[in-house]
């Protein structure tokens, strides 16, 4: 199958998109999982606990929602309160990004080559309801996921100094 060259271009391209957004979910799962230690180290508690919380919570915001309100506490002091809040907030700054290409199906036009993303999502607004906003997939989007990937493993790697500066249990 081939196609002229779009804003996505050529079926290949739209091969390495989907490899793409694979890597994507794979390298936000293997962060979000490392939320498991905060709650741990946090709550005060073995892993296995911290998992059973972990799969619990059913949503990335609610983790995060419970990892932030643990460091919050008065018994956690300052440093490790600061540190875990700027992991949170850097984690949740792709959370758009990674929910774009999750809740998303995918449209490819083999004659133009242009691929974009349909949102399976709802948005409700203040009189009426707006249902499948179409993204197209273009150079600047690829280069979006790519820095996002860079970024999630720098992100993924402070976790773990963090983990091991603090002690949480692993």
């Given at each position: 199958?081939?196609?002229?060259?779009?804003?996505?271009?050529?079926p290949e391209a739209f091969d390495a998109l989907?490899?793409?957004?694979?890597?994507?979910?794979?390298?936000?799962?293997?962060?979000?999982?490392?939320?498991?230690?905060?709650?741990?180290?946090?709550?005060?508690?073995?892993?296995?606990?911290?998992?059973?919380?972990?799969?619990?919570?059913?949503?990335?915001?609610?983790?995060?929602?419970?990892?932030?309100?643990?460091?919050?506490?008065?018994?956690?002091?300052?440093?490790?309160?600061?540190?875990?809040?700027?992991?949170?907030?850097?984690?949740?700054?792709?959370?758009?990004?990674?929910?774009?290409?999750?809740?998303?199906?995918?449209?490819?036009?083999?004659?133009?080559?242009?691929?974009?993303?349909?949102?399976?999502?709802?948005?409700?607004?203040?009189?009426?309801?707006?249902?499948?906003?179409?993204?197209?997939?273009?150079?600047?989007?690829?280069?979006?996921?790519?820095?996002?990937?860079?970024?999630?493993?720098?992100?993924?790697?402070?976790?773990?100094?963090?983990?091991?500066?603090?002690?949480?249990?692993?």
């Amino acid at each position: 199958m081939s196609g002229s060259p779009g804003p996505a271009g050529p079926p290949e391209a739209f091969d390495a998109l989907l490899l793409l957004v694979g890597r994507l979910n794979y390298s936000w799962t293997n962060t979000e999982s490392l939320l498991i230690h905060l709650i741990g180290g946090l709550a005060r508690t073995d892993k296995d606990s911290a998992v059973i919380i972990f799969l619990t919570l059913n949503s990335t915001r609610a983790r995060i929602d419970l990892v932030e309100r643990l460091a919050k506490l008065d018994r956690t002091p300052s440093a490790e309160k600061s540190a875990t809040l700027a992991l949170t907030n850097r984690v949740m700054k792709y959370s758009s990004l990674r929910n774009r290409f999750s809740h998303s199906i995918y449209a490819f036009d083999p004659e133009t080559g242009t691929a974009r993303t349909i949102m399976m999502r709802i948005a409700d607004r203040k009189d009426a309801i707006k249902v499948g906003r179409s993204d197209v997939i273009d150079a600047g989007t690829i280069r979006q996921i790519e820095t996002a990937l860079e970024d999630l493993g720098t992100l993924n790697r402070d976790f773990w100094a963090h983990i091991r500066k603090f002690d949480y249990p692993t």
